[in-house]
């Protein structure tokens, strides 16, 4: 924890090592900036002294590390949220990248901007990971990493490429992952530049990646990405026709130098004018059903022009590559599907006279990215609301289903019951799920929230296994209300359901919250609850809205594949009747 309060990311338990950097130490000496050897799980397995001296750690205090977590801040000193992290990224996508004047920090907690490179390795004993070396702007990133200029290929090489383009695309369901797979297969083995032109589900097309090989470094020129002109259905031109899914072809600046017949010629003219490319080869991306895109390799430094002997090569290639973004994008699809339909399964919330009310669903980063996560919030009678947060066992649209089960009949059992206790509302749900419901189990926190005759808001609740809501004062003191705890929905265990209830101060903070938010693989559960009213009670004097923006930030772990429900409401600072309390 750093001064302002804020979680340095550095990790209690270190993982061990997968690989042995030994027989690397000596190629890390000749590296005059600073260097790493990483292991697949981005761990660091063996450094240089110049990393040493430049960031201050001990070879053994780098040893296991997370290099991400360890190193890598933004420009306030805060740690650089992982899924954004291009440098962690690339690590484990195995992709060769560079990064421009970033902030790593240093063991004395200084700052130093630094740019970087990471490119993969592997060994004949099948050990891999990735070098990384960091260096200040102006030095020269490839010291003791030369550039050596890619030998033709033999037909042992094509067939290898070839087995790698599938191993690699047909291993990631993320489009954007693809294309850069792609691009660092293809360059600098086959050429200096790739371009990748994609249509859209509307027909248009869109320039999604360029990448250029350039001084040992693949560097994405996101100046020439973007959107682009329409296809024209008569044009002869190489990038148009690919794009309607002709046979690939031979291109150069003479191709584009007469009179554009489209936009897209126009494009492709500046295209071959900003790289220097004086040699490319264009072919289609065809997935099962139609034509994806096309995919331009271009040659810039490399002197050798392409020719038609290497057409086949290419569209062996883009017929993988079609194959694997038509799977990316029906996933995608899949997942866009599912998590709207989760989304519309959760409810507005209703307006309840003084109290502050807000609510955030985030779906799992990974996996099946819909779950059985929710919240719910209805009037029982003109002045009591029923509040609910629940999580039905399960990380699929089956659990969904049973969510959206579950929540239905709750709402029907409470609304019909308005004067019952939430227990009493609790335990018959429990058995209607063990009668009637498809769903195995659930957690759930149900409470009625109404205002006393003292102008004081009251929370009345009973808790089915379900992580304990968290009462957050004004003045910062925060604990969780761990009172009215029961065994969860569904155990088949008919034991007595407790009710608690609490007078809310005012302008306290309620807030209701899935696992998802506190639950991490390499913690237990205590860690993720005591940061959570840690960073709850810091921001007790923020407005609601980025109260929860910011926990969902800074507490929810990287490492959990979990959705996450969150429901907070804020009572007001004084009674209904406009005196204070």
């Known amino acids: 924890m750093d001064v302002t309060g804020h979680d340095v990311g550095h990790p209690s338990h270190p993982g061990p090592a997968k690989v042995s950097g030994a027989?690397?130490?000596?190629?890390?000496?000749?590296?005059?900036?600073?260097a790493f050897v990483i292991d697949t799980d981005g761990r660091i397995v063996s450094t240089n002294s110049a990393a040493h001296t430049m960031l201050g750690h001990?070879?053994?205090?780098?040893?296991?590390?997370?290099l991400h977590d360890l190193l890598h801040r933004n420009s306030h000193g805060h740690p650089v949220p992982r899924v954004r992290c291009r440098l962690r990224r690339a690590l484990l996508a195995g992709v060769t990248q560079h990064g421009e004047a970033e902030w790593f920090a240093r063991k004395d907690g200084t700052l130093v901007q630094l740019s970087w490179l990471s490119t993969p390795w592997s060994s004949g004993s099948g050990e891999s990971g990735a070098w990384v070396v960091l260096y200040e702007a102006g030095t020269d990133a490839a010291d003791g990493l030369a550039d050596v200029r890619p030998a033709p290929l033999t037909e042992?090489?094509?067939?290898?490429?070839?087995a790698e383009t599938t191993t690699q695309l047909t291993s990631t369901l993320d489009v954007d992952d693809a294309l850069r797979r792609?691009?660092?297969?293809?360059v600098p083995r086959l050429a200096d530049w790739a371009v990748i032109d994609l249509l859209t589900d509307q027909d248009e097309v869109r320039r999604a990646l360029v990448m250029e090989h350039k001084e040992g470094v693949l560097i994405e020129r996101e100046d020439l990405q973007g959107p682009m002109p329409p296809v024209l259905e008569d044009s002869p031109m190489p990038l148009s026709r690919a794009l309607?899914?002709?046979?690939?072809?031979?291109?150069?600046?003479?191709?584009?130098?007469?009179?554009?017949?489209?936009?897209?010629?126009?494009e492709q003219a500046r295209l071959f004018t900003e790289t220097g490319m004086h040699s490319a080869i264009i072919a289609p991306i065809r997935g099962l059903r139609n034509v994806l895109g096309a995919l331009t390799l271009g040659r810039a430094e490399r002197p050798d022009?392409?020719?038609?002997?290497?057409?086949?090569l290419l569209e062996d290639i883009t017929r993988r590559a079609g194959l694997a973004l038509d799977n990316a994008r029906l996933y995608e699809r899949q997942r866009k599907v599912a998590e709207t339909?989760?989304?519309?399964?959760?409810?507005?919330?209703?307006?309840?006279?003084?109290?502050?009310m807000t609510a955030r669903y985030v779906p799992a980063p990974h996996a099946s990215y819909v779950g059985g996560d929710w919240y719910d919030a209805f009037a029982l009678t003109e002045g009591t609301h029923a509040l609910v947060i629940g999580d039905v066992v399960g990380h699929d649209l089956t659990a969904a289903a049973g969510m959206a089960?579950?929540?239905?009949m709750l709402r029907a059992f409470a609304w019909s019951r308005p004067q019952d206790a939430p227990s009493a509302v609790a335990a018959q749900l429990d058995e209607a799920l063990k009668n009637i419901a498809e769903v195995p189990m659930a957690t759930m926190i149900l409470s009625t929230l109404a205002v006393g005759d003292d102008g004081l808001w009251r929370l009345r609740w009973t808790n089915a296994g379900h992580p304990p809501p968290l009462l957050v004062g004004h003045d910062g003191q925060a604990r969780y209300l761990t009172e009215g705890h029961g065994i969860l929905l569904g155990a088949g265990l008919n034991t007595p359901r407790p009710d608690a209830v609490t007078v809310l101060p005012p302008r306290s903070t309620v807030m209701f919250y899935t696992d998802g938010l506190v639950e991490s693989p390499h913690h237990c559960i205590d860690d993720g609850l005591d940061r959570l009213r840690r960073h709850a009670a810091a921001l007790a004097h923020r407005p609601l809205e980025s109260f929860c923006d910011l926990l969902l930030e800074q507490i929810r772990p990287s490492d959990n594949d979990d959705d996450v429900a969150v429901l907070a409401l804020r009572t007001p600072a004084a009674g209904p009747t406009g005196q204070r309390p």
């Open 305 to 312: 022009a392409f020719t038609s002997t290497d057409l086949p």
């Open 341 to 356: 339909m989760q989304r519309h399964l959760l409810p507005q919330l209703p307006r309840v006279p003084g109290i502050q």
């Open 244 to 266: 309607r899914g002709a046979a690939s072809s031979l291109a150069g600046p003479a191709t584009y130098q007469g009179p554009p017949d489209s936009g897209i010629a126009v």
């Open 156 to 162: 042992l090489d094509r067939l290898a490429l070839l």
């Open 405 to 408: 089960q579950v929540r239905n």
């Open 58 to 66: 001990r070879s053994e205090e780098f040893r296991g590390q997370d």
């Open 23 to 34: 027989f690397l130490g000596a190629a890390l000496e000749d590296v005059r900036t600073a």
């Open 182 to 186: 792609l691009a660092s297969l293809t």
